[in-house]
């Protein structure tokens, strides 16, 4: 089993609608999880991170980690086409000093 | 916006030749790393470093090498490029803590083709 699972995708949602990215991982002990985006062709970009059970709201954006289940999620809200991009799930691997990236979620918002 | 960069960001070279992948950042992290990426692919971690003389290799294995002799500064070299070789390459760079060690900041790439 990977350490961190995203399904790829893609994932079409029209404009203005709440798109959801799941992922889940193997470690029941990670507490931080982070979301980056990555639009084609170029480098991925953080813009969630999420520490302990809950929620997380910053904008648009709602990141959510259910430690008991083991999984992470991502909720835009109000989708743009400007959203469309993979989005990749990142969790702690080796101690908190690198990163295990899932295989990324592509999203495809459409007008 | 992240001041990490990468040169060349495009290159194409023979079988057998000797590269060096230059990566360098002006924020002062102390932990740097290289990932490969080919299109539409997982991001995989080939090197990393902790700071000053401290490198490690990554998940991926790699025929990579690396050093870390200034901060700012990680390059990687290839001593001797194959056709497997050909990639993208991505350098990153974070600082510590609970949020920074997580928080990393992701060059422009280098597109690599052997040929």
């Known amino acids: 089993q990977k350490e961190v699972e995203q399904n790829s995708g893609p994932l079409s949602v029209p404009e203005g609608a709440i798109a959801s990215l799941n992922c889940t991982y193997s470690d029941r002990g990670s507490q931080s999880f982070f979301w980056y985006r990555q639009y084609s062709g170029k480098s991925p970009e953080l813009i969630m991170f999420i520490y302990s059970n809950g929620d997380k709201e910053d904008g648009r954006f709602t990141a959510q980690l259910n430690k008991a289940s083991q999984y992470v999620s991502l909720l835009i809200r109000d989708s743009q086409p400007s959203d469309s991009a993979t989005y990749l799930c990142?969790?702690?691997?080796?101690?908190?000093?690198?990163?295990?990236f899932g295989a990324g979620t592509r999203l495809a918002v459409h007008p | 916006e992240a001041d990490i960069y990468q040169t060349p960001r495009y290159l194409v070279i023979g079988t057998g030749k000797k590269i060096t992948l230059e990566c360098s950042q002006t924020m002062g992290h102390d932990k740097m790393y290289w990932y490969q990426q080919d299109p539409g692919m997982e991001l995989h971690l080939i090197h990393y470093s902790y700071g000053v003389n401290s490198t490690e290799k990554g998940d991926l294995s790699s025929e990579s090498t690396v050093s870390r002799i200034r901060t700012e500064h990680f390059p990687l070299t290839l001593e001797s490029a194959r056709p497997s070789h050909t990639s993208q390459y991505l350098c990153?760079?974070?600082?510590?803590?609970?949020?920074?060690?997580?928080?990393?900041?992701f060059g422009p790439g280098t597109r690599l083709t052997v040929t």
């Open positions: 990153a760079s974070s600082e510590g803590g609970l949020r920074g060690w997580g928080e990393q900041y």
């Open positions: 990142a969790g702690p691997t080796g101690g908190y000093n690198k990163l295990i």
